[in-house]
């Protein structure tokens, strides 16, 4: 069955510190992966997803097929990083697609 | 332009009520989906539409739950005879593209149910 598993409910960190949210997925087939984010008072919002292999806000995740895990980095954390992060696997089912989202990990950076 | 809202934004019912929650999509996307967020876990996917067709319901929890699009616009989720484990945050999103695992999801800002 497909499961996305974040395995940290609360990571916190001081300011300028590295700061790695741990993803782990399970899926036979190839997996679409995103890491949405929400800020405090704000609504979800996609943060990056790995087929477009880009940088936002300073944040990279790399898809290791071998450990099936697609952890969020940032080697220097911002305050402004303060959030819920969740990792989600999209996957096409019934002729349109499927999402599951993991449980989350909240981010605090502190001062 | 205008992001996808949800009404109510918060709704208290009865046990044993029936509730409607509206969700209105990006115009023009022609995917739409419902999720439940319990306090402290991820969205759960409850129900997909492509257009007006509900290609996929497998996550709505019982048969009291019901969402329909009938236009290819605006969805409604319907909770009949609500019962205190369907408190939780329901979110709506929409997203462009037809079954396309790909495409970025557009989330509403949520209603949030509680039953008594």
């Known amino acids: 069955a497909q499961r996305v598993t974040q395995p940290e409910k609360l990571l916190s960190v001081f300011k300028g510190a590295p700061v790695e949210l741990k993803c782990n997925y399970s899926?036979?087939?190839?997996?679409?992966l995103f890491w949405y984010v929400q800020y405090s008072r704000q609504r979800l919002q996609l943060l990056l997803r790995?087929?477009s292999r880009e940088s936002i806000k300073g944040f990279t995740a790399d898809l290791n097929k071998g450990e099936t895990s697609f952890h969020l980095k940032k080697p220097f954390a911002q305050e402004e990083d303060s959030a819920m992060y969740y990792c989600?696997?999209?996957?096409?089912?019934?002729?349109?697609?499927?999402?599951?989202f993991g449980a989350g990990t909240r981010l605090f950076v502190k001062a | 332009g205008a992001g996808v809202s949800q009404s109510p934004r918060y709704k208290v019912a009865k046990r044993g009520q029936d509730v409607a929650l509206r969700c209105d999509p990006i115009?023009?996307?022609?995917?739409l989906f419902w999720y439940q967020q319990a306090l402290g876990q991820g969205p759960e996917f409850l129900t997909y539409?492509?257009?007006?067709?509900?290609?996929?319901k497998s996550g709505l929890p019982s048969d009291r739950f019901f969402a329909e699009r009938p236009e290819g616009s605006v969805s409604t989720l319907k909770i009949q005879r609500t019962q205190q484990e369907d408190s939780a945050v329901y979110l709506c999103?929409?997203?462009?593209?037809?079954?396309?695992?790909?495409?970025?999801?557009?989330f509403g800002p949520g209603t949030r149910l509680t039953v008594l």
């Open positions: 999103a929409s997203s462009p593209d037809g079954g396309i695992a790909t495409s970025e999801q557009f």
């Open positions: 899926y036979s087939g190839s997996p679409e």
């Open positions: 790995h087929i």
């Open positions: 989600a696997l999209s996957f096409p089912r019934t002729g349109g697609f499927k999402t599951i």
């Open positions: 115009s023009g996307h022609v995917s």
């Open positions: 539409f492509q257009n007006e067709a509900q290609l996929d």
